[in-house]
């Protein structure tokens, strides 16, 4: 998992052994005033008495304080860190708080525990807007209810994977942080039906939340939830089985403005709480029901006739859809993007024919054990308008009907990086050294199964197996 470096935001594969030290000295922690804003009265951090005129370092005497503080924003927390501990006026500004609005521990997720939520909450208190605390497994509810407290201006909240927080967490969130916008509590198996409900009735501000593998939800806090946050745009609910058709319903009742919709493996979802989404949700952009096995064509008609700005579509599994659903909604929903038809085992030719011929902006095609795919589906790929300015994802994953002459249509798609060749048993070796000297830059992935070896002749028995290598 990699996260763009911006501000103090991590980025890293690894982790750490050690966490950052942010118990350093007092800072300036952004207590709120009534009107909302840092307080300016005199009780506050002034900047003027950071040095003392007896400091002997050339950069503290010719650089201004407020310039050194705002080079101090752009360093991440390893680099304030160690900044805080060069004197004490670098103390100071390193552990201000307008230094620490965005904050992600991810590189340091294992040795983050509550003591460094607390200690942070205390020390960015109203400063602190963005804060991602993804898969610190030893924070609990005590200190996300003492950061709740402090950080009234958090917007944007990542807990995801959080697995100790209980309802108590939203509760105390809902109670002190009327600002927050996004949240994502996915992954945490204690929440229940109470947390979506305080948020509902105190954070009418939240716009996308990520309920996804919260097992114990079900409609009723749902139904609570949308009721509350009209301004609801995202909804992300991977995995919640006990969601069906009516917690669509108060989704497409109360939050017509939704955009991002993801429900895979909610296999209780059905053609009428689709509909549903369909007439009422018309700036829908993206869509994922990959799993959700009862859902037919008349989905995909409907998204046809009431959803022309989709541009993800995400429908893996889906073994009820065929050429008719498709065809349609290519005709109608031009600015697709990013299309995975995965295991949609009735769809032909015809379907990617229509993708092919009326989305000019396709990227990425997924048509992974479509079995019935051949060789004329990727010539017209090949010839469209996407192949050579947008297309550059294709997955042909077990498509046996699949030969050498797709690679050849392919050559014209000159922005291609990625294509899936897993099984494809009339794929040659030939055919994809033809497709890389005219794409030197794409990556092919591909298993050639290896030859079974002839019967030994004569009787004699073998004294190593044939794998072995003799030296």
Request: with cysteine; proline share 4%; glycine share 6%.
């Amino acid at each position: 998992m990699v996260r763009q470096q911006n501000g103090v935001e991590m980025n890293g594969h690894g982790r750490k052994t050690k966490t950052p030290d942010i118990a350093l000295a007092p800072i300036r922690n952004g207590s709120s005033s009534s009107n909302g804003h840092p307080s300016s009265s005199s009780s506050t951090w002034k900047m003027s008495r950071v040095f003392s005129e007896s400091d002997e370092s050339l950069i503290n005497r010719k650089l201004p304080k407020e310039l050194l503080l705002r080079i101090f924003s752009w360093l991440d927390i390893v680099a304030l860190c160690r900044c805080a501990q060069v004197s004490k006026s670098w103390n100071v500004l390193a552990l201000d708080g307008s230094n620490w609005q965005k904050v992600d521990f991810f590189e340091f997720q294992v040795d983050v525990d509550s003591g460094v939520v607390e200690n942070l909450a205390r020390r960015c208190g109203g400063f602190l807007k963005n804060l991602s605390l993804s898969g610190c497994q030893a924070v609990g509810d005590s200190a996300l209810s003492t950061f709740a407290q402090h950080c009234n201006n958090i917007e944007k909240l990542d807990l995801q994977s959080c697995k100790r927080l209980t309802d108590r967490t939203c509760q105390s969130l809902a109670r002190h942080c009327p600002k927050l916008q996004v949240l994502d509590i996915s992954s945490c198996p204690p929440i229940t039906d109470q947390s979506l409900k305080a948020l509902g009735h105190s954070c009418p501000m939240l716009t996308s939340i990520n309920i996804s593998w919260c097992d114990l939800i079900t409609v009723n806090g749902v139904r609570v939830l949308t009721e509350g946050c009209a301004n609801l745009k995202i909804f992300i609910a991977k995995g919640c089985v006990s969601l069906g058709d009516e917690a669509l319903f108060n989704i497409a009742r109360f939050c017509p403005e939704i955009e991002l919709l993801n429900l895979q493996g909610c296999r209780n979802i059905q053609d009428e709480g689709m509909l549903e989404i369909a007439e009422r949700c018309s700036k829908l952009k993206y869509l994922c029901i990959s799993n959700c096995s009862h859902v037919t064509d008349q989905t995909l008609l409907s998204l046809a006739i009431h959803c022309p700005n989709l541009v993800t579509l995400e429908c893996a599994g889906l073994s009820q859809l065929t050429d008719a659903g498709f065809q349609a909604l290519a005709r109608s929903c031009h600015y697709l993007e990013r299309m995975d038809l995965e295991e949609c085992i009735l769809i032909t030719d015809a379907s990617v024919s229509q993708l092919a011929a009326y989305c000019p902006s396709l990227e990425s095609l997924s048509l992974s054990h479509c079995e019935l795919i051949t060789d004329d589906s990727i010539r017209h790929l090949g010839s469209s308008p996407c192949s050579s300015e947008t297309l550059t994802v294709l997955e042909l994953d077990n498509c046996p009907l699949i030969t050498d002459q797709s690679l050849d249509h392919l050559m014209n798609c000159h922005n291609l990086q990625r294509i899936e060749l897993y099984d494809c048993q009339l794929i040659t070796r030939a055919g994809i050294r033809r497709l890389r000297n005219h794409l030197p830059n794409v990556k092919v992935h591909a298993y050639f199964a290896p030859v079974t070896p002839p019967p030994s002749s004569g009787g004699t028995r073998q004294r190593f197996c044939r794998c072995c290598v003799l030296l």
